[in-house]
T-cell receptor, first 109, second 116 residues
Framework: GEDVEQSLFLSVREGDSSVINCTYT??????LYWYKQEPGAGLQLLTY?????DMKQDQRLTVLLNKKDKHLSLRIADTQTGDSAIYFC?????????FGKGTRLSVIA | EADIYQTPRYLVIGTGKKITLECSQT?????MYWYQQDPGMELHLIHY???????EKGDLSSESTVSRIRTEHFPLTLESARPSHTSQYLC???????????????FGPGTRLLVL
């Protein structure tokens, strides 16, 4: 079945780059997503990438996709305290979206 | 910016009570979803709808029920609340056509439910 795996925790210092990794199993996935969840809130769409792309950049965010290894990463440059949140990777599978368990990013000032 | 609303934001209720969690969106999206999010962060799809009069059960078995009488409204009902229903409930909607490979979902702020 479809599965999306993420590491659960990441801690970085303010100003450093953060890299959040995700692996997925469905090789037919066409769109892959990154969502951000701040405390007490719903999920906010950060960015998505189409499967025929290797990289997508949007200001401080860079998404890298390795289709061969089914690996997706989200890089946040110059990480700020406001970036502290839970980040979910998701793929478009047979069910509408399959989410990973989320990576809790802690930014240390 | 997505316009999707959930009420109440917080609810504390006793065991055995009937409750309805409201979800509304003003974007005219056909697809709507309910997720249950446990304290360990994982999201579980419990119900979804592809349009008016369409409802489907999700991956996680749930004792809740849903209805979709109007496009903009997708309420979730628990007939008899139990402590095991304590969780956060997130509603989402999508404009993507059925079976579209792109499935961007927009989320409401969530309802945090505590059943005593």
């Amino acid at each position: 079945g479809e599965d999306v795996e993420q590491s659960l925790f990441l801690s970085v210092r303010e100003g450093d780059s953060s890299v959040i990794n995700c692996t997925y199993t469905d090789s037919s996935s066409t769109y892959l997503y990154w969502y951000k969840q701040e405390p007490g809130a719903g999920l906010q769409l950060l960015t998505y990438i189409f499967s025929n792309m290797d990289m997508k950049q949007d200001q401080r965010l860079t998404v890298l996709l390795n289709k061969k290894d089914k690996h997706l990463s989200l890089r946040i440059a110059d990480t700020q305290t406001g970036d502290s949140a839970i980040y979910f990777c998701a793929e478009r599978g047979n069910t509408p979206l399959v989410f990973g368990k989320g990576t809790r990013l802690s930014v240390i000032a | 910016e997505a316009d999707i609303y959930q009420t109440p934001r917080y609810l504390v209720i006793g065991t055995g009570k009937k409750i309805t969690l409201e979800c509304s969106q003003t974007m005219g999206h056909d697809k709507m979803y309910w997720y249950q999010q446990d304290p360990g962060m994982e999201l579980h799809l419990i119900h979804y709808s592809y349009g008016v009069n369409s409802t489907e059960k999700g991956d996680l078995s749930s004792e809740s029920t849903v209805s979709r009488i109007r496009t903009e409204h997708f309420p979730l009902t628990l007939e008899s609340a139990r402590p095991s229903h304590t969780s956060q409930y997130l509603c989402a909607s999508s404009a993507a056509p059925w079976r579209s490979p792109q499935e961007t979902q927009y989320f409401g702020p969530g309802t945090r439910l505590l059943v005593l």
